[in-house]
């Protein structure tokens, strides 16, 4: 089943970075995956200067968004970064905008729902939380899922939510799944 979000994420992203070297076109059909999570990629690397773009958030990627520091609510910096931050909620099943390019009180909101989901403190009360640091954006922009899914025990999750807390801001760690399956990942 199509999602309309997820299709119009795909849509935009196709038309806005379709001419862009190295971009690699996703499917329009409403169902999120990686070529979507790619095709949002894509679009970021080039919003941050980086060509020919690749379909990976590898180091450049994470330097040039590094640069840029936590985006949050007000953050009028790029409205495209805005806008792919938007669309990977919605991919992610978050309600990321009622408009899109502005990072007004109801991406804050999804951001801290995000937050809380992957077991990392929400950031705040009202505007003043669901800042978007590297690490999130680079979760936001992947496949893992930060709820259970079918499989996942709520116990394997809150373990997966706790070491995201306690580790996620050390350099050498990587948000992890918080979807209530074991693996090694």
Same mark, same amino acid.
Not at 37 to 60: D, K, N, R, W
């Given at each position: 089943?199509?999602?309309?979000?997820?299709?119009?994420?795909?849509?935009?992203?196709?038309?806005?970075?379709?001419?862009?070297?190295?971009?690699?076109?996703?499917? =329009?059909?409403? $169902?999120?995956?990686?070529?979507? *999570?790619?095709?949002?990629?894509? @679009?970021?690397?080039? !919003?941050? &200067?980086?060509?020919?773009?690749?379909?990976?958030?590898?180091?450049?990627?994470?330097?040039?968004?590094?640069?840029?520091?936590?985006?949050?609510?007000?953050?009028?910096?790029?409205?495209?970064?805005?806008?792919?931050?938007?669309?990977?909620?919605?991919?992610?099943?978050?309600?990321?905008?009622?408009?899109?390019?502005?990072?007004?009180?109801?991406?804050? =909101?999804?951001? $801290?729902?995000?937050?809380?989901? *992957?077991?990392?403190?929400?950031? @705040?009360?009202?505007? !003043?939380? &669901?800042?978007?640091?590297?690490?999130?954006?680079?979760?936001?922009?992947?496949?893992?899922?930060?709820?259970?899914?079918?499989?996942?025990?709520?116990?394997?999750?809150?373990?997966?939510?706790?070491?995201?807390?306690?580790?996620?801001?050390?350099?050498?760690?990587?948000?992890?799944?918080?979807?209530?399956?074991?693996?090694?990942?």
């Amino acid at each position: 089943m199509a999602d309309e979000k997820v299709l119009d994420a795909q849509k935009w992203v196709n038309a806005t970075y379709g001419g862009v070297a190295g971009y690699q076109p996703c499917p =329009e059909d409403g $169902k999120t995956g990686w070529s979507t *999570m790619y095709a949002l990629i894509m @679009g970021l690397q080039h !919003e941050l &200067g980086i060509s020919p773009v690749v379909a990976s958030f590898g180091p450049t990627t994470m330097a040039k968004v590094q640069a840029l520091g936590e985006i949050g609510f007000g953050w009028s910096g790029n409205e495209n970064i805005v806008r792919i931050i938007q669309h990977g909620l919605f991919c992610k099943g978050y309600w990321g905008a009622n408009g899109f390019g502005e990072f007004g009180a109801v991406t804050t =909101e999804a951001v $801290k729902s995000l937050r809380v989901n *992957m077991g990392l403190p929400d950031g @705040g009360t009202g505007t !003043e939380g &669901g800042t978007v640091t590297p690490q999130i954006l680079k979760c936001i922009l992947n496949m893992d899922a930060y709820v259970v899914v079918a499989g996942g025990t709520e116990k394997i999750r809150a373990i997966q939510q706790w070491l995201n807390g306690r580790y996620w801001q050390r350099d050498a760690y990587s948000i992890g799944p918080c979807d209530g399956i074991y693996s090694r990942d």
